[in-house]
């Protein structure tokens, strides 16, 4: 079997050392700043802002469009709880959007019955890094006069006929906590190319401190929300090996995917024609019974998995948001229940995802009803 690539070497301390030198600093913003710069070049769209979290972050790009009291925001249930909390933060209300199981797409049919006056935005989620048609979502926000945010926390190095994750719509979210293909332990940034939109995100960050052109300082509240520049250092060390970290992370989950081939129960997920996924996740349909429950198995068995090791399920039916009269997003629940989501780190070689491989095959051959 083909083996991985090499795991891309880095002088991962050097830049922070030169932060930790030039510390204390109150301005904090030379290596957020160089990160923030070489974000556009790397990912193609004119302004970026680093913040302190992947959460701060879409609550940065959602308060950027406007979102606020008395809007409703579209959302996937298929997601985690962490898309749903900065639209009640702002006092919005959180729409959970059912998704197609054939596609892993939002089920635009049941979103379209759940616009009102009211509604916003929609925030699509390319959750495990797999990326919704977006010519499809850009037809459905503009017959309605919805604003995109795209929720691409997991879809770095992500594309759909052509449009890279994050650049369908006004602003797109990312994270690079631990776990992601370009990390930094914690933060996030958020992409977008409108200058105003920019200047409120910069704003919103900092406490409102330096506010955009023709605003007052501090004339309303923002957040503690600048990332770091110990963080902002070793986000951009890594951000320069980013192809490389991208090249292994596809080539980890298409070598793990080989060794399941013919594996009883289990069939790989596959992108749609359009899409370059960046395999963030290597993702199978579980076709055995309690197909949840096997999941949880595997993660008691050191093989780790979204539903298995972090018991993901529809935002919906976090108990902050059941009640009402909505139906549940059934779509969602069963992408969930039958799919293995594996979870991987950069770390991971060959005796690790031989490994995987072997409890999988052995675990799939002896489950039972």
Sequence with gaps: MTGLPPLP?????????AALAAMPDPACAEFTGRFEHDLTRVLDRRHAVAVSSGTTALHTALSAIGVGPGDEV?????????????????????????????TLDLDYT???????????????????????????????????ELTI???????????????????????GRFSTKDGKILWS????????????????ARALRGHWLTPPPGRRPQERLG????????IAALAQANLRRFPALLERRRAQTAYLLRALAGARGLTPLQPAPDETWNHYSPLLRIGLPRPRAFAEH???????????????????????????????????????DRTLA?????????????RYAAVIIREAAAWHA
Excluded: Y
């Design 9 to 17: 070497a880095a002088d991962l301390g050097g830049g922070m050392a």
């Design 74 to 102: 579209l959302l996937p249930a298929l997601t985690v709880v962490m898309t749903a909390q900065p639209v009640v933060q702002l006092g919005a209300t959180p729409v959970f959007v059912d998704s197609d199981p054939n």
């Design 110 to 144: 049941d979103a379209a019955s759940k616009v009102t006056t009211r509604t916003k935005a929609i925030v699509p989620v390319h959750l495990w890094g797999r990326m919704g048609d977006p010519a499809r979502l850009r037809a459905f926000a503009a017959q309605r």
């Design 149 to 171: 945010v795209e929720d691409a926390a997991q879809a770095a190095g992500t594309s759909r006929a052509g449009v890279p994750a994050g650049a369908a719509g006004a602003a």
């Design 185 to 200: 332990g914690e933060g996030g940034f958020v992409l977008l190319d409108d200058p105003a939109l920019t200047a409120h």
């Design 223 to 230: 957040l503690p929300g600048r990332m770091p520049e110990l």
């Design 298 to 336: 595997l993660a008691q068995l050191a093989v780790p998995s979204s539903t298995g090791s972090f018991r993901l399920v529809p935002c919906d039916t976090r108990p902050m948001f059941t009640g009402g009269e909505r139906a549940p997003c059934r779509g969602a629940a069963q992408i969930l």
């Design 342 to 354: 594996l979870v991987l780190t950069e770390r991971d070689d060959e005796a690790v995802l031989d």
